[in-house]
């Protein structure tokens, strides 16, 4: 069970969650004409009365344009204010995952986004691990990633999960964590609801963005840390078979941050992940506001006593 935070971002307003409710007609429930983001926050572990968020001027950037691909505006600075509101009124004392949602709120039945009302929400969980940090079992889902002229696909279009719900379910009940989606192409695209990294011979390799893949905020930080850390690193297309004789695969994304896949298929991988294990403590210190070269990826949010 989900531990919701008692405030949400409401009609303009922080308003106890309770409250934050919808119409059953509402437009975005019906059509998916909805976008959101994921944004991880945590009190600062040297100071409890600061509220530590990642990245959150990236975030911002691409639940605005992800807006804007719903034919409708949403000014990053409306997201950042909501989000210090919210913020102040939970005052976390654990980390928390936040979810922002930008979606069509008029109730109607026509599938449309012209001439219909838009509004935007935020509520907040509580969040540690979201995948097993010891690495999780994949197979390869038999559902397949869309294409960016089927749906656009550089936004989090709410509507698109459906292939990501129906591969998740399919791995998990057939005996696996997580599922890893090919494109109509062949080629390896992501997991349900993160991007994918192998490492060969030292090189990092993730599939890039003309491999129908989301722009993920998390992935793209890797890749910048890894070449601050002389790590070369490559995109470009990955076939299946590439997969089960790398010398690492892991996955990445705001709640799943780094986790190491073990298993693929009846492929076990190896536990010495040498490249990741860098990685995923470097990009712990910057989160924990622990390393000073990347403190501008931090925003750091006082709560007012």
Excluded at 110 to 131: C, K, S, V, W
């Amino acid at each position: 069970m989900h531990q919701f935070l008692p405030y949400a971002w409401f009609g303009g307003q922080c308003v106890p969650f309770a409250e934050a409710t919808l119409s059953v007609a509402t437009h975005a429930l019906h059509y998916g004409t909805g976008a959101f983001g994921g944004m991880r926050a945590l009190p600062n572990p040297a100071d409890n009365n600061e509220i530590l968020l990642f990245r959150a001027d990236r975030h911002a950037r691409r639940l605005s344009q992800s807006a804007r691909l719903l034919l409708t505006e949403l000014p990053e600075e409306t997201i950042h204010n909501a989000i210090h509101a919210f913020l102040q009124a939970n005052r976390p004392t654990c980390p928390i995952y936040l979810r922002p949602f930008v979606y069509t709120s008029d109730l109607g039945i026509a599938p449309r986004l012209h001439n219909i009302q838009t509004d935007f929400l935020i509520y907040g969980i509580e969040m540690g691990d979201y995948l097993s940090p010891e690495g999780v079992s994949c197979r390869i889902s038999s559902w397949c990633r869309q294409e960016d002229r089927s749906l656009p696909l550089r936004g989090k279009i709410s509507g698109a999960y459906i292939t990501s719900s129906l591969a998740k379910t399919e791995a998990v009940k057939s005996g696996f964590d997580e599922a890893l989606l090919l494109n109509s192409r062949g080629k390896v695209s992501e997991a349900s609801g993160m991007n994918l990294f192998i490492v060969r011979d030292g090189v990092l390799i993730t599939p890039g963005v003309d491999q129908d893949i989301l722009e993920g905020i998390t992935r793209a930080s890797i890749m910048e840390l890894a070449r601050s850390m002389d790590i070369p690193v490559l995109e470009r297309a990955v076939d299946k078979t590439e997969l089960m004789i790398a010398d690492e695969v892991f996955l990445s994304g705001t709640a799943a941050r780094v986790t190491p896949v073990r298993r693929i298929e009846s492929t076990d991988l190896s536990s010495h992940r040498p490249v990741m294990e860098r990685l995923r403590d470097r990009l712990t210190a910057i989160t924990e506001g622990r390393d000073p070269s990347y403190d501008h990826w931090v925003t750091r949010i006082r709560i007012d006593a």
